[in-house]
């Protein structure tokens, strides 16, 4: 017999297994399962655990060769996306659609809090935009979160700008009910709620780029990244916790 470790008094569990993820997403990179990773060096691509066939392409920018995304050891597996001033931003590229409703999660390791006034968002739909969202940051960990209607009518700052632990690992969730109801869970803190109406359906194929330029683009940038995950439904908060469980037992590694 396997037991299980709960909250004392509850019925939610406090430990999960390295790769427990909630069921029925359609896309998860984690950049610390080997299976997303077996190919990142050889062939520039990252695969998708997820229920879907879908392959992320990592692209380079040039100074004056090639520069790829970066596959790190470090914190169990990580990826180091780079903006160099003047030169160009390095990510990675996926087709798929938005969903009406629809929970995107990344795990982020904020900067110290200093420095410029550049930004990157993640993930930005390129063609087109319509019915997306996004998070995206700056250097001073102020959290912006947005989207796009199927007008394909932009709706930034939703959330206000909440602010990440510096210097840390962050669990940031953005859920979406495809009209006025959203919700920002920073690790696993109680949502962040905005009524701003965003009506959205869900879209043809759209190209994702994670991350996106945004903001000033002459300020260099580095965006430390163990996951991207994307759901065609609304996560519970107990879901959304246990997400942040499965992450963060990463963090300290």
């Given at each position: 017999?396997?037991?299980?470790?709960?909250?004392?008094?509850?019925?939610?569990?406090?430990?999960?297994?390295?790769?427990?993820?909630?069921?029925?997403?359609?896309?998860?990179?984690?950049?610390?399962?080997?299976?997303?990773?077996?190919?990142?060096?050889?062939?520039?691509?990252?695969?998708?655990?997820?229920?879907?066939?879908?392959?992320?392409?990592?692209?380079?920018?040039?100074?004056?060769?090639?520069?790829?995304?970066?596959?790190?050891?470090?914190?169990?597996?990580?990826?180091?996306?780079?903006?160099?001033?003047?030169?160009?931003?390095?990510?990675?590229?996926?087709?798929?659609?938005?969903?009406?409703?629809?929970?995107?999660?990344?795990?982020?390791?904020?900067?110290?809090?200093?420095?410029?006034?550049?930004?990157?968002?993640?993930?930005?739909?390129?063609?087109?935009?319509?019915?997306?969202?996004?998070?995206?940051?700056?250097?001073?960990?102020?959290?912006?979160?947005?989207?796009?209607?199927?007008?394909?009518?932009?709706?930034?700052?939703?959330?206000?700008?909440?602010?990440?632990?510096?210097?840390?690992?962050?669990?940031?969730?953005?859920?979406?009910?495809?009209?006025?109801?959203?919700?920002?869970?920073?690790n696993q803190s109680a949502p962040i709620l905005s009524t701003t109406?965003?009506?959205?359906?869900?879209?043809?194929?759209?190209?994702?780029?994670?991350?996106?330029?945004?903001?000033?683009t002459t300020t260099s940038f580095q965006s430390v990244v163990m996951?991207?995950?994307?759901?065609?439904?609304?996560?519970?908060?107990?879901?959304?916790?246990?997400?942040?469980?499965?992450?963060?037992?990463?963090?300290?590694?």
């Amino acid at each position: 017999m396997i037991f299980q470790n709960f909250n004392k008094g509850g019925t939610e569990r406090v430990n999960y297994g390295t790769y427990e993820y909630v069921p029925g997403s359609d896309i998860i990179y984690d950049f610390g399962n080997p299976i997303c990773t077996s190919a990142f060096n050889s062939s520039r691509i990252v695969y998708n655990v997820g229920s879907v066939n879908v392959t992320g392409s990592l692209i380079p920018y040039a100074n004056p060769g090639n520069i790829y995304p970066t596959l790190m050891v470090d914190y169990g597996g990580t990826v180091n996306f780079n903006r160099q001033a003047s030169a160009g931003t390095n990510y990675l590229q996926w087709d798929w659609k938005s969903t009406q409703q629809q929970t995107n999660i990344f795990v982020y390791q904020a900067p110290s809090g200093a420095g410029g006034s550049g930004e990157m968002g993640f993930p930005g739909g390129t063609s087109p935009s319509a019915d997306s969202i996004y998070i995206t940051l700056n250097k001073y960990n102020n959290v912006f979160g947005g989207g796009f209607n199927s007008s394909n009518t932009q709706f930034d700052d939703i959330f206000g700008a909440p602010t990440l632990i510096s210097s840390s690992w962050n669990t940031i969730a953005y859920t979406s009910n495809g009209d006025s109801i959203s919700n920002l869970y920073l690790n696993q803190s109680a949502p962040i709620l905005s009524t701003t109406t965003i009506t959205r359906a869900t879209s043809g194929t759209q190209t994702f780029k994670f991350p996106f330029i945004t903001g000033n683009t002459t300020t260099s940038f580095q965006s430390v990244v163990m996951a991207f995950l994307q759901y065609p439904f609304i996560l519970t908060p107990k879901q959304i916790r246990q997400t942040y469980k499965v992450f963060s037992q990463r963090f300290s590694t």
